[in-house]
């Protein structure tokens, strides 16, 4: 741990009265007690002004500094919410206790310990709204906008529904289908946070972080309810039970995510939809949790017409385009494909190309370029 002040330490080698983070107990009051598995820390600063050190410090080794943390605390008792300090600093520095598993357990050597990441104290994770997106913007996927209007109705007056409230929901489908997207425009139109999260960013380096991150977002989620928590991907930490061998803190991430999603600690107001290409590499005890499995499906003719025009009125370039050719073209495509695979590589070959005019030339070396293969589609190249 690198202080960025004075490197005071106090010189006083005695080991350090057994206590609970908050009052003092003998050794006796914790034989009883569980050892804690893992504890997450927020360092919060020093209880007051010293002037010769600096309010901040820098942790310069993760690593260093659990051992370093570990070996001062040793045998004493962790209580969410309460406080750590730092023995050999002048004055004491202080640690919030953000996560203790289980909850009044007491430092072991065995013990995990870790510092909450920046980002996740900055919730970087909540996006801002974009006020473009609505749900009347998302064309197609009718049976899901009709889905979702019970988190509208729950959202907009949670206090009605009771024990009826919707909790978890997961949206399943092919990726560019615009799960990511009537997310977005949900908790633009409801105007409540959003926590947009990739699964992966879950998945700590250590036992016990993706726990500890699963808890935090939770926790943050429902400082700021009613909220929506969006985890895309959420196979990534979710395996089947026939695929945690891949990995050995799975079971410990699944366990974790399975206690929030029961709400055993009551998330009020809080919807967590989970996103996923393929539902049936889920560990089924997560599956079981959602009480709403929502599809998503590929556009159709008629929706695969609109989404080319829209995306073509806004390209810069004119066109010259057989809409019929291409609208049987980018059949069993999504919206996504759509735009990035098809338009986007056709404009920049027609740039390339110094035309000023997008052509089915242009778009046939999307097609070649993407391998895509369509063999329903005869004559589309005549």
Known sequence: MKNLGSELLKTDNKKPEIKSATSKSSKKDNENKEYAEYVVLKAVGYPFDFNLIENDFEITNKELFEEYAREQWLGLEVNENSYLFDQKIIPDYGFEIITAKPNGSIISEKTKIKLIDEEINKSKDEIKFDSS???????GQENAKNKVKVIIKYLENPEKFGPWAPKNILFYGLPGTGKTMLVKALANELEVPLHLIKA???????????????HELFRKASEKSPSIIFIDEIDAIALHRS???????????????????????????????????NPTSLDYAVRSRFEEEIEFNLPNDEERKEILEINLNTIPLEYDLDMNKLVKLTKNMSGRDIKEKILKTALHNAIANDSNTLNMENINYAVKSAKIKNIDVKGMFE
């Open 133 to 139: 997106i609505k749900l009347s913007d998302i064309i």
């Open 243 to 277: 695929f945690q061998a891949l990995r050995g803190d799975v079971s410990e991430i699944v366990n974790s995510l399975l206690t929030e999603m029961d709400g055993i600690i009551e998330n009020k107001s809080i919807i967590t939809i989970g996103a996923t290409n």
């Open 200 to 214: 992966t960013s879950l998945i700590g380096d250590h036992v016990g972080d993706g726990a500890s991150k699963i």
